[in-house]
């Protein structure tokens, strides 16, 4: 299994971006999707998450209220929709899977993704 990220890049403090990331290649019985964070000389931290069976969502709460994750079973990506960013929201931004039942802690998560640069200026 690969997952790709993509829509990141540099907005202004108060937009938007919409992070999506795609799974590919053989399947595994993965079931749940999440996005984590790492700014510069910081540990990386858990963003939002979702189930992919019935869509149960988690938050940090750096950024409930501003972030929405939803999923396309479909097409087995993942969608990470951010607004009013701040700068405090710059970071690479990842997206894992696993089977956790802990969805918040990256170290339960299988796969991970190379990562996307999300940069909001002031």
């Known amino acids: 299994v690969q997952l790709q990220a993509s829509g990141g890049g540099l907005v202004q403090t108060g937009g938007s971006l919409r992070l999506s990331c795609a799974a590919s290649g053989r399947t595994f019985s993965s079931t749940v999707m999440g996005w984590f964070r790492q700014a510069p000389e910081k540990e990386r931290e858990f963003v939002a998450g979702?189930?992919?069976?019935?869509?149960?969502?988690y938050y940090a709460d750096s950024v409930k209220g501003r972030f929405s994750i939803s999923r396309d079973n479909a097409k087995n990506t993942v969608y990470l929709q951010m607004n009013s960013l701040n700068t405090e929201d710059t970071a690479v931004y990842y997206c894992a899977a696993g089977t956790t039942l802990a969805p918040r802690i990256g170290g339960t998560y299988r796969i991970w993704g190379q990562g996307t640069q999300v940069t909001v200026s002031s």
């Open positions: 979702i189930r992919w069976t019935d869509g149960t969502t």
